[in-house]
């Protein structure tokens, strides 16, 4: 068992990187002093698969234990979703009880019930039991909690830190291998962006991690969780342009998802990955990115199994949902960009034909320049 402390004074707390203790969970929060009443909320996969563990624990730490499920998709992070899970929360709380959230699933799980959470009496305790890989070395960590409006992602949310992320790699035994996959997009991410041995790991031993090697797992979650940690710690509200180098590939991902209705023909990691891509095409193409490292990184990708082409979406919806990413300011489009592996740089005001060219680059048979004159270009 690994601890990983994130300093950020009175909002501190631990990661937990571990394997097969999750027996342990009711005893670390009760350290923390939190209250009596633990809400679990998950959906019903991980509630057949883990809640019988996961309530077996806290019930034996003294803590009373009610199990709330949403549905397994992107679209539980919705207006209704959030609003009914509120309900349920209340119907459990009451003046003599002190309660608090324990968020046990994915990414969608943990921003949708940290999101509750951040709300509910302007603020109650929350916990993330993460139970996918992507979850565990990415979106657990930070603080940050949204819900999805309909013309984009996330765009409902709060900056709202847990009092513990507890990152037990042997939940992973469950996990299918699509969502393994889907996890090491957002692990590739972390090796762009701050570190080339964790880059070359991953070119040497993906297989592992697929092959769910608990050494491995742990390796890779320590080290993400860590960069991550370091990266939040100097900017928890992501106003200082530190923590924007977490957004690599989102911009472009994100609008991948929004335009495929967070559907399930693209994962989050998915997207992630092919938003990566994108990226790294737009440095490449700014003349910050040399061919070998944007090779390395596209080659990588594929290796893992992750898709580097895009099937079944609308160019022009991609362009006019990335256009409502969170991180424009006053009009202008600003994304992260590799310029090597390990550092990134932000670019704002890029121009719209270079950000097509790159979304066109992942189409399986890319336009021809010809076929989308640059009049065209302009008016997406």
Do not use: W
Not at 193 to 214: A, M
């Amino acid at each position: 068992m690994r601890k990983i402390r994130l300093d950020l004074g009175k909002r501190s707390y631990d990661i937990v990187v571990c394997y097969n203790k999750i027996s342990e969970l009711g005893s670390h929060i009760k350290h923390l002093k939190l209250g009596t009443d633990a809400l679990i909320i998950t959906n019903p996969v991980i509630k057949r698969l883990l809640g019988g563990k996961i309530k077996k624990s806290l019930l034996g730490a003294g803590f009373n234990v009610k199990i709330a499920t949403v549905p397994d998709s992107e679209k539980a992070k919705s207006e209704k979703y959030c609003l009914g899970l509120l309900n349920s929360i209340s119907k459990f709380d009451s003046t003599s009880r002190r309660i608090f959230i324990i968020a046990m699933g994915g990414g969608v799980i943990g921003d949708l019930a940290g999101f509750a959470a951040s709300i509910y009496r302007r603020g109650i305790p929350y916990i993330h039991v993460p139970t996918t890989l992507l979850a565990q070395v990415d979106s657990a960590i930070g603080g940050k909690v949204a819900i999805d409006l309909r013309v984009g992602k996330n765009l409902a949310g709060a900056f709202y830190q847990p009092r513990l992320v507890f990152s037990d790699a042997a939940l992973l035994k469950t996990l299918p291998k699509k969502d393994l996959i889907s996890g090491l997009g957002e692990i590739v991410k972390y090796g762009i962006i701050k570190s080339p041995q964790l880059f070359s790991f991953l070119e040497k031993n993906y297989r592992k991690i697929l092959g769910r090697d608990k050494k491995a797992l742990e390796y890779v979650i320590h080290a993400c969780s860590l960069i991550k940690a370091r990266v939040v710690e100097k900017d928890e509200h992501d106003n200082k342009n530190i923590r924007v180098a977490l957004n690599l590939g989102h911009t472009i991902g994100h609008a991948i998802e929004t335009a495929a209705h967070y559907g399930k023909s693209y994962s989050h990691g998915q997207a992630i990955a092919l938003g990566t891509i994108a990226a790294s095409c737009i440095s490449r193409e700014l003349g910050l990115l040399d061919e070998k490292s944007f090779l390395r990184i596209k080659n990588l990708i594929k290796k893992i199994g992750l898709p580097v082409t895009l099937k079944g979406l609308n160019i022009k919806a991609i362009f006019k949902a990335q256009e409502h990413d969170k991180k424009f300011i006053h009009g202008k489009n600003r994304l992260v960009l590799p310029v090597r592996i390990g550092k990134t740089v932000v670019k704002e005001n890029i121009p719209k034909p270079v950000i097509i060219n790159s979304i066109e680059s992942l189409l399986s048979f890319p336009r021809k320049p010809a076929a989308l004159p640059l009049g065209r270009r302009e008016s997406i």
